[in-house]
């Protein structure tokens, strides 16, 4: 079965391992060439959580910078965060043909729904994972397997071809080592791991704790409790019944053994790379859907809309003066609609702040950047030379 994985981030590369080692052909499909030179040679390198250091040997993967030049797949594995979802199936469109399966095993509610405005709902199928993956450093994952079924897959719609191509699917991770079924109780599964996301992902995030710490706090528990008690009354009214006691019991503990030890991936949005979360497939899904069945989520909904704000004001947020560079700061605006790349404010620049870039700006010329802007002491030198008048120096704060 060829294969191409687009997202191929710590989990999405972690399941093209599987699959491959099973006996699929698959691409990684990867945004840096850096990472795709890794991939293809040494290769990926998987360690399990709390085996011993030097055990893992590099696996050689086929690995791709976009799908240009790629065969049209018998499945496309999708695993970009959810607000990509949409810009991910464009960009796929080439290797998606009339009987591509697409597979989306994302976290959350509502993707499928996204691929289904491009892609036949006969050909999606979804599902879930127990499984953690960290990418400690390029091509370098730490996974952790959890729960009795690791790949929990079933298919929007329901019929023969679907089943044999879902059992398919499954038995190539199954000979690649790790357990996987195709069901058609994947609802209920699929709401289990939502449970665990409402309850830890946003929440982790707002209150700056990898999720752990979280459930160590009472207070934070009362919290997820609330979270996940709306979300199990939304899933009874959208028709899926689900055991509270049992879910905290266990599939909270079970899922709190391998991902309780670092922060949740919308944590890591919020606080690391300051990027659109997936709170509109998680906590906003419970929002969404209670809307629609009639069901309150006050708590949900709160939650929603601090990460909401959040999302809204990364660049505005509170950064202690510590936190900030030594010495003065100033801001440098180098228009690249004017910059004729004359370098005549390199030159006259005596601290060495700037440099001619690779890139070449509005005009066709390489543009002046600011390769050291710490060094900046705002003697206005290069705006004063500067014959295009493209230089802007600010001091910050
Ligand atoms: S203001 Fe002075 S120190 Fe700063 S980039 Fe311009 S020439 Fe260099
Ligand atoms: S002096 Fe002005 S036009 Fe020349 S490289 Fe610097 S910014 Fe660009």
Known sequence: MKIAVIGAGAMGSMLGAYLQAGGADVTL???????????????????TYGAEEGGAKPVPMKAAVGVEGLPVMDAVLLMVKGPDTKAAMASA?????????????????????????????????????NMSAIMEAPAVLTVGLFGDTNVVLGSVVRGESQTAF????????????????????????????????????????????????????????????????????????????????????????SARKTSGKHYPSMAQDMMIRKSKTEIEFLNGAVERLGAKYGVPTPVNTTVSRLVRVI???????????????????????????????????????????????????????????????????GCLNCAAVCPEAAIRIEKEG
């Open 311 to 377: 999302e809204n004001n990364y660049a505005k947020q509170y950064v202690p003066k510590a936190e900030k560079p030594a010495g003065p700061a100033f801001t440098i605006e180098i228009s690249d609609k004017f910059c004729k790349g004359c370098g005549f404010c390199v030159k006259y620049c005596a601290r060495g702040v700037l440099a001619l870039g690779e890139k070449a700006g509005r005009k066709g010329y390489r543009t002046a950047v600011a390769q050291s802007p710490d060094k900046c002491v």
């Open 93 to 129: 469109a080439p290797v998606i043909g009339p009987e591509t399966k697409i597979v989306t095993l994302q976290n959350g509610i509502g993707n499928t729904d996204l691929i289904a405005e491009t892609v036949p709902r006969e050909n999606i199928f979804y599902g879930c994972l």
């Open 29 to 47: 499909v990867v945004r840096r060439k850096e990472l795709a030179d890794a991939l293809a040679s040494p290769g990926l390198t998987m360690k």
């Open 166 to 253: 879902g059992e398919e699917l499954c038995s190539l991770f199954r000979a690649g080592g790790v357990t996987a079924a195709y069901t058609e109780d994947v609802d209920r599964e699929v709401w289990y791991k939502l449970l665990v996301n409402v309850a830890v992902n946003a929440g982790c995030g707002l209150v700056r704790l990898r999720g752990g710490e979280a459930g160590e706090d009472p207070q934070y528990t009362l919290l997820a409790v609330d979270m996940i008690k709306e979300a199990v009354a939304v899933a009874a009214k959208s028709g899926v019944q689900l055991d509270f006691g049992y879910f905290m019991t266990h599939v909270l503990p």
